[in-house]
């Protein structure tokens, strides 16, 4: 089996910052894309940014320039750095991997930006 286990999510002032984690473990022989997706409040899951295993990265277009994506192959960890927060990040975000050409989703963590 394979889990992925997400941290760093939780409340933050307009203009802040923070650093979400996502740890993939189990039984793991590849991992191809990893990423962020986020669901906002009455609103539909949408991508926040991707990485691939070779290291391309793509965002949404609400995030350039604001939010870094990166990844620690060796740990099996993506981990984006979230900068100059809007009230509109607010949303649950959940990370994404594909783990031996399966798709996992974690569990999700809240991030919540005030004004």
């Known amino acids: 089996q394979v889990q992925l286990v997400e941290s760093g999510g939780g409340l933050v002032q307009a203009g802040g910052s923070l650093r979400l984690s996502c740890a993939a473990s189990?039984?793991?022989?590849?991992?191809?894309?990893m990423g962020w997706y986020r669901q906002p409040p009455g609103k539909q899951r949408e991508l926040v940014a991707r990485?691939?295993?070779?290291?391309?990265?793509n965002y949404a277009d609400s995030v350039k320039g604001r939010f870094t994506i990166s990844r620690d192959t060796a740990k099996n960890t993506v981990y984006p750095q979230m900068n100059s927060l809007k009230p509109e990040d607010t949303a649950v975000y959940y990370c994404?991997?594909?783990?031996?050409?399966?798709?996992?989703w974690g569990q999700g963590t809240q991030v919540t930006v005030s004004s």
């Open positions: 990485i691939t295993s070779g290291g391309s990265t």
């Open positions: 189990g039984n793991i022989f590849s991992i191809n894309n």
């Open positions: 994404r991997a594909i783990v031996n050409n399966y798709i996992y």
